[in-house]
């Protein structure tokens, strides 16, 4: 059933990301406008990955516009389904992300096509005729409506609406994005970087707002103040002395090259041995491409960024991929997915996952209810195609690589605002997460500040 027209004018309603870390979607109303801010997959939990097959919470025909705060699919892996169910209007994205999304939702839709095409070989599905969520016609029909903003160049939206682009870090592409509503400002995060980031550059200042809506993916940790590689160098040195693969998932975009960076420069310094290092990411590779187009985002010189790669062997093939399945150790293996919900490290895992020898390196946040997050609080046994695979492999959670601003510095970004919003909305977390860091905003900021639930429709000129 759709949500009836706002109530309130101007109104923001929360269609996704609240108490959760995926399905970003929030959704802006003035007078007849109604522009949706991010479009995202919900993933982990099977009760929140069935939110992606319920009818969107109102008419995909009914918005006017899609405005995107980075490619990442929790944040865009809705929109070909939001396309093809009558969305017509155009997405706003910067240049990076509107690059990176013409990698990432060819490839979700291709995954999903063929998870549904094993799903009924295999017989492992309850439905009779597994479909996928969408197909691959509707992922470039997304691609078509996308629209390039530049950073920092207000947009006009109509209805007195203005959409401005910040510098978010984070990945490529990555803003944080201001509205212009009604005479009211509304800030979103987005996915905040980190100020300290190797690769990125750190995210905007906060220059206030009216309402902020803020990320709380680390809302209630903090990254490690040590340099990744004193951890990455004795355990890969270990590993590949006992001849073991490293397995290391890592999304497809961002990740790589971070990893790259440090293993590249842990090689220079002899740090680990020279082993051999498979980036097993077809769409890593195309990525890499456009970050080098983009040099002004990063903080790595164009020399260092185009010698990651020399390090690495780039397999492109599924016969390549496999071949990595029989080759045995020591190597390192880089490949997507980084909470390993599909994609060829899925293979890896089953290849090489039970033997003793090997170790997986989680380098990211992982949600609840993905294999990652099974890992990463101790459980050996992953359910994998159908079929449940004993993990024996050593398994290392480096936090310290996480492309995410902690909880400290997301205080930090907040305390540069000359003033403090009317209300701050926690999303973007899991509970835990989203709930500590209120609770800071409240006690450190004496800022108002509220997590709010699943479709809350809220008053911007009176935010409760």
């Keep these: ?265 842990m090689r220079e310094r002899g740090s680990i041995p020279k082993v051999p290092i498979f980036l097993n990411s077809p769409m890593a590779v195309n990525a890499a491409q456009m970050y080098q187009r983009h040099p002004e985002e990063q903080r790595v010189g164009t020399a260092e960024y185009a010698g990651l790669y020399d390090a690495a062997t780039l397999v492109h093939s599924v016969d390549e991929s496999k071949l990595l399945n029989l080759r045995g150790g020591p190597m390192i293996i880089i490949s997507a997915s980084g909470m390993l919900t599909g994609g060829r490290i899925l293979h890896h895992l089953q290849a090489y996952g039970s033997d003793r020898r090997n170790a997986i390196i989680l380098t990211g946040y992982q949600a609840g209810g993905t294999r990652g997050a099974a890992l990463e609080r101790g459980e050996r046994t992953l359910r994998i195609f159908g079929r449940d695979v004993p993990i024996r492999a050593e398994v290392l959670q480096l936090e310290s690589l996480s492309a995410h601003a902690d909880a400290d510095a997301l205080i930090a970004w907040m305390r540069t605002a000359p003033h403090a919003p009317a209300m701050t909305y926690v999303t973007h977390g899991e509970p835990d997460s989203a709930e500590a860091l209120r609770i800071r905003i409240k006690h450190e900021l004496k800022w108002d500040a509220r997590v709010p639930e699943q479709l809350d429709l809220v008053d911007l000129a009176n935010p409760r």
């Excluded at 108490?19 to 479009?39: E, K, N, P």
């Excluded at 516009?65 to 155009?90: E, I, K, M, N, W």
């Excluded at 390039?148 to 006009?156: H, I, K, R, S």
């Excluded at 890592?250 to 293993?263: D, M, Q």
């Design 1 to 265: 059933m759709h949500i009836q027209n706002a109530i309130f004018e101007p109104s923001l309603q929360f269609l996704g990301a609240t108490q959760t870390v995926t399905g970003s979607r929030y959704l802006v109303r003035a007078g007849d406008l109604q522009i949706l801010v991010d479009c995202g997959l919900f993933q982990g939990y099977k009760v929140l990955r069935e939110r992606n097959w319920s009818p969107f919470p109102v008419d995909p025909d009914s918005i006017d516009a899609v405005l995107l705060t980075h490619a990442h699919l929790d944040h865009t892996g809705y929109l070909p389904a939001l396309v093809r169910d009558g969305f017509s209007g155009p997405i706003y994205a910067t240049a990076g992300t509107t690059e990176l999304c013409q990698l990432l939702l060819p490839d979700s839709a291709h995954l999903l096509e063929e998870e549904a095409r094993y799903a009924r070989d295999h017989r492992f599905s309850r439905h009779e005729k597994p479909r996928p969520l969408y197909t691959s016609q509707d992922a470039t029909k997304a691609l078509n409506a996308l629209r390039v903003v530049a950073f920092n160049e207000p947009l006009t939206l109509g209805a007195g609406v203005q959409a401005t682009f910040l510098h978010a870090g984070h990945i490529l592409g990555a803003a944080q994005i201001r509205l212009d509503v009604g005479g009211k400002t509304v800030h979103f995060t987005g996915d905040l970087g980190r100020a300290d980031d190797p690769l990125m550059k750190p995210p905007q200042p906060f220059d206030g707002a009216d309402v902020l809506v803020t990320e709380s993916t680390y809302g209630n940790r903090l990254h490690p103040q040590v340099d990744p590689t004193e951890q990455l160098a004795p355990f890969i040195t270990r590993v590949v002395r006992r001849s073991g693969v490293v397995l290391i998932p890592a999304f497809a975009v961002g990740r790589p090259e971070s990893i790259l960076l440090h293993l590249s420069r």
